[in-house]
């Protein structure tokens, strides 16, 4: 029939058509990414430590004398004064000791006034040849056994009165005292074994560290330089190296203080050389004080005076061998990646790196999704903030 004659012709001319027709491919739009222009702010270059806490003054409390512990006169775990008394002993014996030498003293005073008055009446009669001078040697001696029987007993009088006066044991600084490791009625003697409790300095307060070699030249080169801008200007400043602190409990470095003392000598083994920064130990309001020796304390020292600079997230910096770079969008180029190689510097508190080369500040970094791009695609920029470590203040650069 017709119909059937013509079915397979239009069957083929169908296939073939549809074999022709070209598929469609779908392009995906632009990554979109942050980005963020570079901060510009003043900021200080710091060098951070780690040292301990340690008291100005430290003394160990041990008897001087020997004998019983009569009292203890002070509140363990408090603050004393100089001139407190700590400890009492028994100064019975010294009292009488001191009563025995006042009685030995008496006695050759008296022999050497009875000694005096027959030398008084001797001499004349010796000269006149009617006493014989044996009896006035005999004399003689014995005002010189009462003289120096009467320096004997003066000294055992002061040893007897220093003895007493050792059973007080006085607080020799102020300071923050321990317990009483020696109580009442225990005997103590004055070799120095018996340690009767301990008592360190309060305010202010030491912390040592060590700084390398390096470290310490920057120092010095600072001060230099500072002592000659100092000298141009005819201006007089503070040139102790300030420090900041902060403790276990502490996020920042809320505590200021300077270096006052630097040892006289850099230790080879280490190639370094102790530091010491000094800090105020203020009472605060519940009457305490922060500081104790052995804490451990984070320490940061300027390294310059506060300058000028670029500072870009730390995490949008990344590393091709020993090459620093940063990928910026070009706007001017329809949102073309490119790549900017920088000299990046000290990394901040905050997260921020220092770029000491490479940016104008004005470039629009990749601060988020910088692992998802390359230098020359596009992408779709949405403007946010330089991110920074989480409790400090996030802006725009200027």
Same mark, same amino acid.
């Given at each position: 029939?017709?119909?059937?004659?013509?079915?397979?012709?239009?069957?083929?001319?169908?296939?073939?058509?549809?074999?022709?027709? %070209?598929?469609?491919?779908?392009?995906?739009?632009?990554?979109?990414?942050?980005?963020?222009?570079?901060?510009?702010?003043?900021?200080?270059?710091?060098?951070?430590?780690?040292?301990?806490?340690?008291?100005?003054?430290?003394?160990?409390?041990?008897?001087?004398?020997?004998?019983?512990?009569?009292?203890?006169?002070?509140?363990?775990?408090?603050?004393?004064?100089?001139?407190?008394?700590?400890?009492?002993?028994?100064?019975?014996?010294?009292?009488?000791?001191?009563?025995?030498?006042?009685?030995?003293?008496?006695?050759?005073?008296?022999?050497?006034?009875?000694?005096?008055?027959?030398?008084?009446?001797?001499?004349?009669?010796?000269?006149?040849?009617?006493?014989?001078?044996? *009896?006035?040697?005999?004399?003689?001696?014995?005002?010189?056994?009462?003289?120096?029987?009467?320096?004997?007993? *003066?000294?055992?009088?002061?040893?007897?009165?220093?003895?007493?006066?050792?059973?007080?044991?006085?607080?020799?600084?102020?300071?923050?005292?321990?317990?009483?490791?020696?109580?009442?009625?225990?005997?103590?003697?004055?070799?120095?074994?018996?340690?009767?409790?301990?008592?360190?300095?309060?305010?202010?307060?030491?912390?040592?560290?060590?700084?390398?070699?390096?470290?310490?030249?920057?120092?010095?080169?600072?001060?230099?330089?500072?002592?000659?801008?100092?000298?141009?200007?005819?201006?007089?400043?503070?040139?102790?190296?300030?420090?900041?602190?902060?403790?276990? #409990?502490?996020?920042?470095?809320?505590?200021?203080?300077?270096?006052?003392?630097?040892?006289?000598?850099?230790?080879?083994? #280490?190639?370094?050389?102790?530091?010491?920064?000094?800090?105020?130990?203020?009472?605060?309001?519940?009457?305490?004080?922060?500081?104790?020796?052995?804490?451990?304390? +984070?320490?940061?020292?300027?390294?310059?005076?506060?300058?000028?600079?670029?500072?870009?997230?730390?995490?949008?910096?990344?590393?091709?061998?020993?090459?620093?770079?940063?990928?910026?969008?070009?706007?001017?180029?329809?949102?073309?990646? *490119? +790549?900017?190689?920088?000299?990046?510097?000290?990394?901040?508190?905050?997260?921020?790196?220092?770029?000491?080369?490479?940016?104008?500040?004005? %470039?629009?970094?990749?601060?988020?999704?910088?692992?998802?791009?390359?230098?020359?695609?596009?992408?779709?920029?949405?403007?946010?903030?330089?991110?920074? +470590?989480?409790?400090?203040?996030?802006? *725009?650069?200027?």
């Amino acid at each position: 029939m017709p119909r059937c004659s013509y079915s397979p012709c239009l069957f083929t001319l169908i296939m073939l058509t549809g074999c022709t027709r %070209e598929p469609q491919v779908t392009v995906p739009p632009p990554l979109e990414v942050i980005v963020s222009r570079p901060l510009k702010e003043v900021i200080e270059d710091w060098d951070t430590f780690t040292g301990l806490v340690e008291a100005k003054e430290s003394v160990e409390i041990r008897p001087r004398v020997r004998g019983h512990i009569k009292e203890v006169k002070f509140k363990e775990g408090a603050e004393v004064k100089e001139g407190d008394v700590l400890f009492l002993i028994d100064d019975g014996p010294f009292r009488a000791q001191e009563k025995q030498a006042d009685g030995q003293m008496k006695l050759y005073t008296a022999k050497l006034k009875l000694a005096q008055e027959r030398i008084g009446i001797l001499e004349p009669l010796v000269k006149s040849g009617s006493a014989a001078k044996q *009896e006035l040697d005999k004399v003689m001696a014995d005002q010189g056994e009462a003289i120096a029987g009467m320096a004997t007993a *003066e000294g055992q009088i002061q040893e007897a009165r220093l003895n007493t006066e050792y059973c007080r044991i006085v607080a020799p600084i102020s300071g923050h005292i321990s317990r009483a490791f020696l109580t009442k009625g225990n005997l103590v003697n004055a070799a120095g074994d018996n340690l009767l409790t301990t008592l360190v300095s309060v305010d202010p307060m030491y912390v040592y560290f060590h700084v390398n070699e390096r470290a310490l030249l920057r120092y010095r080169n600072h001060m230099i330089a500072l002592a000659s801008k100092n000298k141009d200007t005819g201006k007089k400043s503070d040139m102790d190296i300030k420090v900041q602190m902060g403790l276990a #409990t502490d996020r920042d470095y809320p505590h200021k203080g300077i270096i006052d003392f630097i040892d006289n000598r850099v230790d080879s083994s #280490t190639g370094t050389i102790k530091v010491r920064a000094r800090f105020d130990n203020p009472k605060r309001a519940d009457g305490r004080r922060l500081l104790a020796p052995g804490m451990f304390a +984070r320490i940061r020292a300027a390294v310059a005076d506060p300058h000028p600079a670029i500072l870009v997230a730390d995490r949008a910096i990344l590393t091709d061998q020993n090459m620093k770079y940063l990928l910026k969008v070009n706007r001017s180029k329809e949102n073309l990646v *490119e +790549r900017v190689d920088i000299e990046a510097g000290r990394l901040q508190e905050d997260g921020l790196r220092v770029v000491d080369a490479g940016l104008k500040g004005d %470039e629009w970094i990749i601060v988020d999704g910088v692992t998802m791009v390359r230098p020359g695609v596009t992408v779709t920029p949405r403007e946010g903030s330089m991110p920074r +470590r989480p409790g400090h203040h996030s802006g *725009e650069g200027k």
